[in-house]
């Protein structure tokens, strides 16, 4: 399996849940990766509110949906909590320099005075239980952390 995507979230397995695995393309960024990397072509169109309504450009979006849902389905998590929502934001961009996951374009500098603890932090998430998205269901406890998608 291969690192497809890096992130962080304040509450990792409602992240992982709601929005990643049974969301849409304008709440989940890596849904949205997942729908270009398929080549479905991508509309914004603005709302009153300034806001950019982000969907499928195809015919039955909720089909391409469906199709990008089969794909969350089929791959695995990986995941660690951190102290803080703040730790783990920074946590993210050491492990994306370290996997170099084929969905995160973005490279942000992380607190080189972390290293130390970054390193124990990537230790333990490289040894964490491969979970499923059915598996997910079963995870009780949530807090601020950093999350990896393999497929």
Known sequence: MKAIY????????????????????????LRKHIAKEKGYP???TPRSSGSLR???DIPDPHAGEQDITAYMKEGVWMFIFCNSYEEAHDFQWYVIEMLAP???AD??????QYLTRYKSLFAELSNANSLSCDQLKDVTKSEPGVY???H
């Open 54 to 56: 982000v969907r499928l």
């Open 148 to 150: 990896v998608f393999y």
């Open 6 to 29: 890096v992130g962080d979230a304040k509450d990792v397995i409602k992240r992982i849940r709601t929005n990643h695995r049974n969301g849409n393309i304008e709440a989940s960024a």
């Open 102 to 104: 084929q969905l995160n």
């Open 107 to 112: 490279r942000k500098s992380w607190n080189m």
């Open 42 to 44: 991508i509309k914004t």
